[in-house]
């Protein structure tokens, strides 16, 4: 059972627009949530993450919510640009050594010019 | 520095040979780790290492051996490939107790 899921595997976006990627977990000892940007032939790059004891991160023109009792954080990406167009995996760390990471299936973001 | 590199890129194996997947960084990155991602499964880990000698299984470790005898080295050992391999492989690495990891470009494995 996936403890991390992105519902969404694909999203279209005109640019200019925000984009708005979501995605939920089920494990309560996650503590730590990080976003990864994937082009293709190439490895996941960090993006942004967010503690779990805040519920907003920003960075640019990229925004993380954190919602906790919902067990739900979304990406916001504003204002989208042809050069987002990724595929843009959530990832959850916590309760494990290592800090290992758990990732979602990714969402395949598509920015129209 | 050059982060976290992988060879081979490509790589096509008959079902039951034997391979090695390197990984390497400069760093100087006590944890490193191995994933594998697959369509629609996102990226899942296979073995992990906190430090030189010590290595771990991660969600996905049967069929794959590791061994980290330095820093900068963490191979992915295949024994006897399986159709059910084939798949991208990443390495990734980090600082102890940091959740950010560093990833190489990965190596696409097709296991026939």
């Known amino acids: 059972d996936q403890q991390v899921k992105q519902n969404s595997p694909s999203l279209s976006v005109q640019e200019g627009r925000i984009s708005i990627l979501n995605c939920d977990y089920t494990n309560s000892m996650f503590d730590y949530f990080l976003w990864y940007k994937k082009y293709p032939a190439e490895g996941p790059t960090f993006l942004i993450s967010i503690s779990s004891i805040k519920d907003k991160n920003e960075d640019g023109r990229f925004t993380v919510f954190l919602n906790k009792s919902a067990k739900h954080l979304s990406l916001h990406i504003v204002p989208s640009q042809p050069g987002d167009s990724a595929v843009y995996f959530c990832a959850a760390s916590g309760g494990n050594a290592g800090n290992m990471l758990t990732f979602g299936g990714g969402t395949r973001l598509m920015v129209k010019p | 520095n050059a982060g976290v590199t992988q060879t081979p890129k490509f790589q096509v194996l008959k079902t039951g040979q034997s391979m090695t997947l390197q990984c390497a960084q400069d760093?100087?990155?006590?944890?490193m780790s191995w994933y594998r991602q697959d369509p629609g499964m996102g990226l899942r880990l296979i073995h992990y290492s906190v430090g030189a000698g010590i290595t771990d299984q991660g969600e996905v470790p049967n069929g794959y051996n590791v061994s980290r005898s330095t820093t900068e080295d963490f191979p992915l050992r295949l024994l006897s490939a399986a159709p059910s391999q084939t798949s991208v492989y990443f390495c990734?690495?980090?600082?102890?107790?940091?959740?950010?990891?560093?990833f190489g470009p990965g190596t696409r494995l097709l296991v026939l």
């Open positions: 760093m100087n990155h006590e944890y």
């Open positions: 990734a690495s980090s600082l102890p107790y940091q959740e950010t990891q560093y």
